[in-house]
């Protein structure tokens, strides 16, 4: 389920309207304050769910809670600044073999 069903079906959420739809205020930021892609926290978001649904994490009771809003857009600007970073300027870098290490096989 999206986020923004999960938010808005609860009983005490905001009854939305499209002028002041508190779930899209990402459009009133500066250009380099820009949010994550939303597909890029979609697949974050379902994997962390498939993950702490699985049960394989430990209490689930715990996991239920341990990734809000806040650490999902945390997570979409960590792994945006990763891959930004891997790819170089340019995006040259993503046809490029990283350096060969000796103890490696």
Same mark, same amino acid.
């Not at 939305?16 to 380099?32: G, N, T, V």
């Not at 809003?69 to 490029?96: P, Y």
């Given at each position: ?8 079906? @609860?009983?005490?959420?905001?009854? @939305?309207?499209? #002028?002041?739809?508190?779930?899209? =205020? ?7 304050? @820009? ?7 979609? =697949? ?9 649904? /699985? ?10 809670? /341990? ?12 792994? #945006? #600044? =990763?891959? =930004? ?11 490029? #073999? ?8």
């Amino acid at each position: 389920m999206p986020p923004d069903q999960v938010l808005f079906s @609860r009983a005490d959420a905001p009854v @939305r309207y499209q #002028e002041d739809d508190k779930y899209f =205020a990402h459009r009133h930021l500066p250009s380099d304050q @820009r949010l994550p892609d939303s597909d890029l926290l979609k =697949a974050i978001h379902s994997y962390a769910s498939d993950f702490y649904g /699985s049960g394989k994490s430990g209490n689930p009771r715990y996991d239920f809670k /341990s990734l809000d809003e806040t650490a999902l857009l945390a997570m979409g600007i960590l792994i #945006e #600044e =990763a891959v =930004a970073e891997s790819l170089g300027k340019t995006g040259d870098l993503a046809f490029v #073999e990283g350096p060969q290490r000796e103890d490696m096989p």
